[in-house]
């Protein structure tokens, strides 16, 4: 089973600022089978980035996947109150179980 | 557009079964994969189970293999998740989602199952 590890735990930032999030596999999922979701308080998750680089359907053009391998990172270019909630990664690369990340959760500061 | 709406959870003892529904709307069910994904409280997120989009294949977590079953009727739209011998620890919001490629493109609401004495 493929382990993602996510960092930071908690990103403080203020809005307007720029966010990066880490998700790292503990082997490789090639450079199109990795997904982020983002999880607002008592709302099921929206898809936001599938095949590390593209954005899902009416995703803002300011979240941006990047990442091949092991290592991928979100990025959000400037921060929109609407933003602040959490994040999740997640694998699909070969056959199942299809793993998620712990999660990242980015907070006003 | 894409509609999935979970049902059948609620409080069930340790041991018992329980078995969640997904109604799916606004799309080719028959065509897609579906999947299960369940959150304990407070917690993140956990993928639980995927079945093919016409039932040839499923896959479980290991922390479900042998005790919860998914199945799908093509021709109702809908997705099921039979639950055994449920645990404390099975106690989550329980997710359908819907395939894009193998990403879970759209997800429901979510059904809360409790699994308490």
């Known amino acids: 089973e493929i382990v993602l590890t996510q960092s930071p735990g908690t990103l403080s930032l203020s809005p307007g600022e720029r966010a990066t999030l880490s998700c790292r596999a503990s082997q490789s999922v090639g450079s199109s089978y990795l997904a982020w979701y983002q999880q607002k308080p008592g709302q099921a998750p929206r898809l936001l980035i599938y095949g590390a680089s593209s954005r899902a359907t009416g995703i803002p053009d300011r979240f941006s996947g990047s990442g091949s391998g092991t290592d991928f990172t979100l990025t959000i270019s400037r921060l929109e109150p609407e933003d602040f909630a959490v994040y999740y990664c997640?694998?699909?690369?070969?056959?199942?179980?299809?793993?998620f990340g712990q999660g990242t959760k980015v907070e006003i500061k | 557009q894409v509609q999935l709406v979970e049902s059948g959870g609620g409080v069930v003892q340790p041991g018992r079964s329980l078995r969640l529904s997904c109604a799916a709307s606004g799309f080719i069910f028959s065509d897609y994969g579906m999947h299960w994904v369940r959150q304990a409280p407070g917690k993140g997120l956990e993928w639980v189970a995927v079945?093919?989009?016409?039932?040839?294949?499923?896959y479980y977590a290991d922390s479900v293999k042998g005790r919860f079953a998914v199945s799908r009727d093509n021709s109702k739209n809908t997705l099921y998740l039979q639950m055994n011998s449920l645990r404390v620890e099975d106690t989550a919001v329980y997710y359908c989602?819907?395939?894009?490629?193998?990403?879970?493109?759209?997800w429901g609401q979510g059904t809360l199952v409790t699994v308490s004495s």
């Open positions: 989602a819907r395939e894009g490629f193998r990403e879970l493109y759209y």
């Open positions: 079945i093919w989009y016409d039932g040839s294949n499923k």
């Open positions: 997640q694998q699909y690369v070969g056959s199942p179980p299809w793993t």
